[in-house]
């Protein structure tokens, strides 16, 4: 069963696509260390949810990052 729809919360991160610290190292094949990094001194968006501990990241606007670095280094 869904991580998020076990706890009631499902329709919410499935609507926005968010994804975990996990996903997103393993979508950047990061470290977790690599990501709090980016996170603290590269402006790597990130969202906090209410009345949660962890930080959440919206699929999209990593994506969006993602090609602005290419853009500039190209």
């Known amino acids: 069963r869904d991580y998020y729809a076990s706890r009631g919360l499902g329709d919410v991160y499935k609507r926005q696509d968010l994804l ?16 709090y990094r980016m996170r ?8 906090k949810i ?7 990241f919206r699929k999209q606007d990593i994506d969006e990052y993602m090609e602005n670095l290419k853009k500039q280094k190209s």
């Open 20 to 35: 975990s610290s996990k996903d997103v190292c393993s979508m950047l094949k990061i470290s977790v260390s690599t990501l």
């Open 40 to 47: 603290t001194y590269d402006n790597f968006p990130s969202m």
């Open 50 to 56: 209410e009345g949660r501990k962890s930080v959440m």
